[in-house]
């Protein structure tokens, strides 16, 4: 890729050349460097602005005034040049960070050769070519009392691996001239090391040519960014304060320049973008642009893994570049990640924004993957869709941010699952919802926790954190094995904004206690209908596999009405879709009514029934 600045800027290092002297090092112009990074920004944001103005202008007018197969193939075409335009500003922006990245190390190294000069100078030594050091005679011999006579000294670049020579030199001036020639030594060492660390980098960020970006492309560009970040490392990576809490973050990003945010967005988009405190626009952005480099970094595998997280971020990146209908909440990628079971937060509505807030985290078997994406999303798109009728202030977030735990048969895992992963959960959860009070720009907004499966249980982890989960009002339950408390007011914002949803066929909120074990073993044997013969057996029993029953009336919370739910017992094998249906408006309209209901704020008007 040519362009401002010449090739990446490196013209600017024809100074070094083969072999770097110290009088080379100290005329590198670092200033020519920064202006062919000045350059290359300029590019990108024009490329940015280009793609913006392709996704928000052109093709919304097209598709809202033409139709048939002619304006459906414009759109595709705008697409691609959409796609196009990302690219260039996503290799813009790595060169302009490389470059910016290499004049701050090589300045660095400047300063320290000119320090070194400059005590050279004050003690009137000389520093030859060679970068060894002569000093004059000094101090008195033991036996005439003459000055001692001077000499030169030679750098090492690394002195502190030098063997010492068991001998020391009498004259006083030795010793500084050593000093000044090892700090010389080290200086050209070290730029030289620079130099050709970020000479690779430079020569590896270039496009193929032709108007097409395909899938390899990107694959190179997640290579190309992997190696600018090891490049950079030092110059923005360190700035970057993930120990910090989320309100401390926020005023991070607020007090950096534009030019700071654009090189943090181009070369760290997978960090900034999951970091909570950060503005959710901020985020979307970030993640939008690392979703196509995770996308490409997958593509250049095929083990399974790859293979299915690949179909679920594509089916991600197919939604978020799709025209909303009138009236449905805009889609916010807020966090994406392709480690451990993958990562992907998804807020329906502007969650800065919105007086209403609500999170849904998922249970058993949730992954990145094409369920996931179809499924878990939907639920959260319809809750912020129903609760946007009620107060269209409101948003609705899908949260994957842990590893829920997973098996093929689902029920069994559940049964013995620990609560390590709820617990680990629990306290990202936790900064995931303190960074989205610390971005909102209600000074009170109303928060809602949704917790469905094992995903309650981690709700459950985090309210026993610290002080609780940081700014949420409600507490939503549904499917439910139990939280690991035995009152719901002991969740930390009172038993009536406690809300529980059960269905009678859900078998997961039958599950036993562990003091049932044995017996359960033996209903399990019977298949997943036989869990529910523990009950017969114990009748009025309300302890779950994670502890009290929250749909019961010794928990205390406020039981909503919902659908039963296909029956576990009929021909054939058994039904598990009671668990699945809450959200479901047309499979289950009380359950994602009283949801909608409580996640806009009017928890209030929710219809309850009889605890168990």
Same mark, same amino acid.
């Given at each position: 890729?040519?362009?401002?600045?010449?090739?990446?800027?490196?013209?600017?290092?024809?100074?070094?050349?083969? %072999?770097?002297?110290?009088?080379?090092?100290?005329?590198?112009?670092?200033?020519?460097?920064?202006?062919?990074?000045?350059?290359? =920004?300029?590019?990108?944001?024009?490329?940015?602005?280009?793609r913006d103005r392709i996704d928000t202008q052109l093709v919304d007018d097209l598709r809202r005034t033409q139709k048939g197969e002619a304006a459906r193939a414009a759109v595709r075409r705008l697409r691609r040049l959409s796609m196009n335009f990302q690219y260039i500003y996503t290799e813009c922006?790595?060169?302009?960070?490389?470059?910016?990245?290499?004049?701050?190390?090589?300045?660095?190294?400047?300063?320290?050769?000119?320090?070194?000069?400059?005590?050279?100078?004050?003690?009137?030594?000389?520093?030859?070519?060679?970068?060894?050091? %002569?000093?004059?005679?000094?101090?008195?011999?033991?036996?005439?009392?003459?000055?001692?006579?001077? !000499?030169?000294?030679?750098?090492?670049?690394?002195?502190?691996?030098?063997?010492?020579?068991?001998?020391?030199?009498?004259?006083?001036?030795?010793?500084?001239?050593?000093?000044?020639?090892?700090?010389?030594?080290?200086?050209?060492?070290?730029?030289?090391?620079?130099?050709?660390?970020?000479?690779?980098?430079?020569?590896?960020?270039?496009?193929?040519?032709?108007?097409?970006?395909?899938?390899?492309?990107? %694959?190179?560009?997640?290579?190309?960014?992997?190696?600018?970040?090891?490049?950079?490392?030092?110059?923005?990576?360190? !700035?970057?304060?993930?120990?910090?809490?989320?309100?401390?973050?926020?005023?991070?990003?607020? !007090?950096?320049?534009?030019?700071?945010?654009?090189?943090?967005?181009?070369?760290?988009?997978?960090?900034?973008?999951?970091?909570?405190?950060?503005?959710?626009?901020?985020?979307?952005?970030?993640?939008?642009?690392?979703?196509?480099?995770?996308?490409?970094?997958?593509?250049?595998?095929?083990?399974?893994?790859?293979?299915?997280?690949?179909?679920?971020?594509?089916?991600?990146?197919? +939604?978020?570049?799709?025209?909303?209908?009138?009236?449905?909440?805009?889609?916010?990628?807020?966090?994406?990640?392709?480690?451990?079971?993958?990562?992907?937060?998804?807020?329906?509505?502007?969650?800065?924004?919105?007086?209403?807030?609500?999170?849904?985290?998922?249970?058993?078997?949730?992954?990145?993957?094409?369920?996931?994406?179809?499924?878990?999303?939907?639920r959260a798109r319809d809750t912020a869709s129903a609760a946007r009728e009620i107060d269209r202030s409101t948003a609705a977030i899908t949260w994957l941010g842990y590893d829920a735990p997973q098996s093929p048969d689902g029920l069994s895992s559940l049964a013995v699952a620990g609560t390590e992963?709820?617990?680990?959960?629990?306290?990202?959860?936790?900064?995931?919802?303190?960074?989205?009070?610390?971005?909102?720009?209600?000074?009170?907004?109303?928060?809602?926790? &949704?917790?469905?499966?094992?995903?309650?249980?981690?709700?459950?982890?985090?309210? +026993?954190?610290?002080? =609780?989960?940081?700014? &949420?009002?409600?507490?939503?339950?549904?499917?439910?094995?139990?939280?690991?408390?035995?009152?719901?007011?002991?969740?930390?914002?009172?038993?009536?904004?406690?809300?529980?949803?059960?269905?009678?066929?859900?078998?997961?909120?039958?599950?036993?206690?562990?003091?049932?074990?044995?017996?359960?073993?033996?209903?399990?044997?019977? !298949?997943?209908?036989?869990?529910?013969?523990?009950?017969?057996?114990?009748?009025?029993?309300?302890?779950?596999?994670?502890?009290?029953?929250?749909?019961?009336?010794?928990?205390?919370?406020?039981?909503f009405a919902v659908d039963p739910g296909p029956s576990l017992i009929r021909l054939g094998p058994p039904s598990l879709d009671a668990h699945s249906q809450y959200f479901d408006a047309n499979l289950d309209s009380a359950s994602a009514g009283s949801i909608a209901l409580v996640a806009a704020g009017?928890?209030?008007?929710?219809? +309850?029934?009889?605890?168990?």
């Amino acid at each position: 890729m040519s362009g401002p600045g010449g090739s990446g800027g490196l013209s600017a290092l024809g100074a070094l050349g083969a %072999t770097l002297t110290w009088a080379k090092l100290r005329e590198v112009k670092c200033a020519e460097l920064e202006e062919a990074a000045d350059g290359w =920004g300029r590019a990108g944001n024009r490329a940015d602005a280009a793609r913006d103005r392709i996704d928000t202008q052109l093709v919304d007018d097209l598709r809202r005034t033409q139709k048939g197969e002619a304006a459906r193939a414009a759109v595709r075409r705008l697409r691609r040049l959409s796609m196009n335009f990302q690219y260039i500003y996503t290799e813009c922006g790595l060169l302009r960070t490389t470059l910016n990245s290499l004049a701050h190390e090589m300045k660095a190294q400047q300063r320290v050769l000119q320090g070194a000069l400059d005590d050279a100078a004050a003690l009137k030594f000389t520093v030859h070519p060679d970068g060894s050091v %002569t000093y004059p005679a000094a101090g008195e011999g033991l036996v005439d009392g003459k000055p001692l006579a001077g !000499g030169r000294a030679s750098g090492v670049p690394n002195p502190g691996l030098a063997a010492p020579s068991g001998l020391v030199a009498p004259n006083p001036n030795a010793a500084k001239a050593q000093d000044i020639a090892d700090r010389v030594a080290q200086a050209v060492r070290t730029a030289a090391d620079v130099d050709w660390r970020y000479a690779k980098v430079l020569r590896a960020l270039k496009a193929e040519d032709g108007l097409s970006v395909p899938t390899a492309t990107w %694959t190179d560009a997640a290579s190309d960014a992997a190696a600018a970040r090891q490049a950079a490392s030092g110059y923005l990576a360190q !700035g970057i304060p993930h120990d910090a809490s989320p309100a401390e973050r926020k005023a991070w990003w607020a !007090g950096l320049t534009d030019e700071q945010r654009e090189e943090y967005l181009a070369v760290y988009p997978d960090q900034i973008g999951n970091l909570d405190g950060i503005p959710a626009l901020v985020r979307d952005a970030a993640n939008r642009d690392n979703l196509q480099l995770l996308m490409g970094k997958l593509a250049g595998r095929d083990d399974e893994d790859a293979v299915t997280k690949l179909a679920a971020l594509r089916e991600i990146d197919r +939604q978020l570049r799709a025209v909303r209908e009138p009236g449905e909440p805009p889609m916010y990628l807020l966090g994406i990640g392709d480690q451990g079971n993958g990562r992907a937060i998804v807020s329906y509505g502007n969650p800065d924004t919105s007086r209403n807030v609500a999170a849904y985290v998922p249970g058993l078997n949730t992954s990145l993957d094409k369920e996931f994406v179809t499924g878990d999303l939907k639920r959260a798109r319809d809750t912020a869709s129903a609760a946007r009728e009620i107060d269209r202030s409101t948003a609705a977030i899908t949260w994957l941010g842990y590893d829920a735990p997973q098996s093929p048969d689902g029920l069994s895992s559940l049964a013995v699952a620990g609560t390590e992963r709820a617990e680990t959960g629990g306290r990202a959860f936790r900064e995931f919802m303190s960074g989205m009070v610390a971005a909102n720009d209600h000074d009170d907004p109303h928060m809602t926790a &949704i917790g469905h499966s094992y995903g309650s249980r981690t709700v459950g982890a985090a309210t +026993q954190q610290g002080d =609780g989960i940081p700014g &949420i009002d409600d507490i939503v339950l549904v499917g439910s094995p139990g939280l690991g408390v035995d009152r719901a007011e002991d969740l930390g914002v009172g038993k009536d904004h406690v809300f529980v949803g059960a269905a009678d066929n859900d078998v997961v909120t039958h599950l036993p206690s562990k003091g049932q074990a044995v017996l359960a073993a033996a209903g399990r044997a019977l !298949g997943p209908a036989g869990s529910l013969a523990v009950d017969a057996v114990h009748p009025g029993d309300d302890d779950l596999w994670f502890g009290r029953d929250p749909a019961s009336e010794g928990f205390g919370a406020r039981r909503f009405a919902v659908d039963p739910g296909p029956s576990l017992i009929r021909l054939g094998p058994p039904s598990l879709d009671a668990h699945s249906q809450y959200f479901d408006a047309n499979l289950d309209s009380a359950s994602a009514g009283s949801i909608a209901l409580v996640a806009a704020g009017h928890g209030n008007r929710v219809r +309850q029934e009889g605890a168990r």
